[in-house]
């Protein structure tokens, strides 16, 4: 089993930076990959970047590549969204997420994903 906890949201203005933080309280935290999704109101949710089990292996979504930087510290448990240059299109709720590092479904495919945190608002003001 594993618990996610998603903070360090907040309102920021354009062009402002946050770092999202998700600690995990599972003691396998090296047996999953990672992944940071986000929804947007009145829109779906939508992949934002993951990475591998082992940090080696990034993924974004192409508009938002220079812009976020997903990372992690196995030893902390703690996969980490280093948001940059914010937009005010960034709004949403942001969700971490975790699956099997031996899942072969793709990255940005939310049904790969077994556990899920309870998201935290990221408020971008023009």
């Known amino acids: 089993q594993v618990q996610l906890v998603e903070s360090g949201g907040g309102l920021v203005q354009a062009g402002g930076s946050l770092r999202l933080s998700c600690a995990s309280s599972g003691r396998t935290f090296n047996n999953y990959a990672m992944g940071w999704f986000r929804q947007a109101p009145g829109k779906e949710r939508e992949f934002v970047a993951a990475?591998?089990?082992?940090?080696?292996?990034?993924y974004y979504v192409d508009s938002m590549k220079g812009r976020f930087t997903i990372s992690r510290d196995n030893a902390k448990k703690t996969v980490y969204l280093q948001m940059n240059n914010l937009k005010p299109e960034d709004t949403a709720v942001y969700y971490c997420a975790a699956r099997p590092a031996y899942s072969t479904t793709s990255y940005n495919t939310q049904t790969g994903y077994d556990y899920w945190g309870q998201g935290t608002q990221v408020t971008v003001s023009s």
């Open positions: 990475i591998s089990w082992s940090g080696g292996r990034t």
